[in-house]
Every structure is written in C-alpha cells, then in structure tokens.
C-alpha cells in the first residue's frame, strides 16, 4: 500500500502563494501518475492537476489554470503544487494522489491511493 503525506498548506492572504508538498513511501509511486484534488466544506472534491509518472505530461483544471504548477521529483519521491496569485475560492482540503497507472485523469476513480490532506486557507 502507498502511503501519501502532504505538508505546506496554511493561511495566505489573496495574491499570495503556498507551496504543497506530498511525499510517497519509498519509490513506491515512481511508476505512477499522481494527482491534486481538492475539497470545500459543503462541496463535493474536485480535480486541481495531476502529472504522469515522468512529469512529461501535465493537465489542470481551467480555475487554476496560468496560477498552478504540479511537478514531481521521483528522486525525492515527492509531488510539489506550487500555488500563485491564490484566491478566496482556492480555500480547501488539499489531497495528494497516486493514479492507478502511468497516466490518470482528471476522476477520482483514476486514483488509487490518498493522502489524509493539508488545509489552504485564502483570507480576502
């Protein structure tokens, strides 16, 4: 089993930024895509970005689309969210992911493990 632990989230004022972090047992998610979702109090959880197993390929859901940038350092085994220009709206429970194969989407059906999350608090 994959064990996923995020770290950097906090409380930000609107403009600023934060930086995730999520870190992976071993290599054990090497091979795989990883993800970000995030999830409001009330809301149901919702796709940010998600990166193939090399970081070749990249895709973000258009409301963070220009501000966010997810890499990965298999090296390290850690996935990185670097968030810019934060909005009220970004306010969430941030969860790391590992996909089920090379590549994943944008469903959380495409994932198979998750890490418990780290709250991101934009005060306007």
């Known amino acids: 089993q994959v064990q996923l632990v995020e770290s950097g989230g906090g409380l930000v004022q609107a403009g600023g930024s934060l930086r995730l972090a999520c870190t992976a047992s071993?290599?054990?998610?090497?091979?795989?895509?990883m993800g970000w979702f995030r999830q409001a109090p009330g809301k149901e959880r919702e796709f940010v970005a998600t990166i193939s197993w090399n970081g070749g390929d990249t895709r973000y859901a258009d409301s963070v689309k220009g501000r966010f940038t997810i890499s990965r350092d298999n090296a390290k085994n850690t996935l990185y969210l670097q968030m810019n220009t934060l909005k009220p709206e970004d306010t969430a429970v941030y969860y790391c992911?590992?996909?089920?194969?090379?590549?994943?989407?944008?469903?959380?059906?495409?994932?198979?493990?998750w890490g418990q999350g780290t709250q991101v608090t934009v005060s306007s």
């Open positions: 071993a290599r054990t998610s090497s091979n795989n895509a």
């Open positions: 992911a590992s996909g089920r194969g090379a590549y994943a989407g944008v469903t959380m059906t495409s994932y198979a493990y």
